[in-house]
């Protein structure tokens, strides 16, 4: 399985753009990049995924270079709520295998 | 629609005590998973199952962790006798089984495990 990277802890302020990016040196060719975010007291919950380029949905949008040996989650105009662990997966497309975490990325935001 | 529920939320129990965990996936998910995260360390995968078939059981620490997923409905995990390491927090996550799209996990609010 391919290791990820990402910054322990990151602080922001409510309104701005918050950008998380994930180190993937080693992913294989048929590895997905995955995002979940976890509130405390709750489980991960999924919120992105992708192979190449660009994915965008509701809540967030996931950047990928054509190389795929990083990513970047992005968050526009974080809130409070934003308040939360950001891990970055890569691994099995289907999602029926194991997922395996790494330390994840603390994210603070600040009023 | 119910999302995966846990049961219990809390449990405190004495070192060399039996406890046993619940979960209940969101109805019609073949797949479900334990995770844990002890103190201080990163969620790990403990076992799979696929309907009442264990798929994957590579990440159980030792045969004092016995899990059952009786029907392939809810599925337990009993810690038989625990152990001082055995605290942490105790994820449950389901999944469907269908073909193509990614089928992402979901996941319980988990059962934080104290053992004294």
């Known amino acids: 399985l391919a290791k990820t990277t990402q910054p322990i802890s990151m602080d922001s302020y409510e309104g701005q753009e918050v950008n998380i990016t994930c180190s993937h040196n080693?992913?294989?060719?048929?590895?997905?990049i995955t995002w979940y975010q976890q509130f405390p007291s709750q489980g991960p919950r999924f919120i992105i995924q992708?192979?190449?380029t660009k994915v965008t949905n509701e809540v967030a949008s996931l950047f990928i270079p054509a190389d795929r040996k990083s990513s970047t989650l992005s968050l526009p105009r974080v809130s409070l709520s934003d308040t939360a662990v950001y891990y970055c997966?890569?691994?099995?497309?289907?999602?029926?295998?194991?997922?395996?975490f790494g330390s994840g990325t603390r994210l603070q935001v600040q009023p | 629609e119910a999302g995966v529920t846990q049961f219990p939320s809390h449990s405190v129990i004495e070192k060399g005590q039996t406890v046993t965990l619940r979960c209940d996936p969101i109805?019609?998910?073949?797949?479900l998973y334990w995770y844990r995260r002890v103190m201080g360390k990163e969620i790990k995968f403990l076992l799979h199952?696929?309907?009442?078939?264990?798929?994957?059981e590579s990440g159980m620490p030792n045969n004092r962790f016995l899990a059952e997923r009786t029907g392939g409905t809810y599925s337990t995990l009993k810690v038989q006798p625990a152990e001082l390491e055995d605290s942490g927090v105790y994820f449950c996550?389901?999944?469907?089984?269908?073909?193509?799209?990614?089928?992402?996990?979901?996941f319980g609010p988990g059962t934080r495990l104290t053992v004294l």
């Open positions: 109805s019609g998910h073949d797949n």
């Open positions: 996550a389901s999944s469907q089984d269908g073909q193509g799209a990614y089928n992402e996990q979901f």
């Open positions: 997966l890569v691994g099995d497309p289907t999602g029926r295998r194991a997922l395996t």
């Open positions: 992708g192979y190449k």
């Open positions: 199952f696929v309907k009442e078939s264990k798929q994957d």
């Open positions: 080693n992913i294989a060719t048929n590895d997905y």
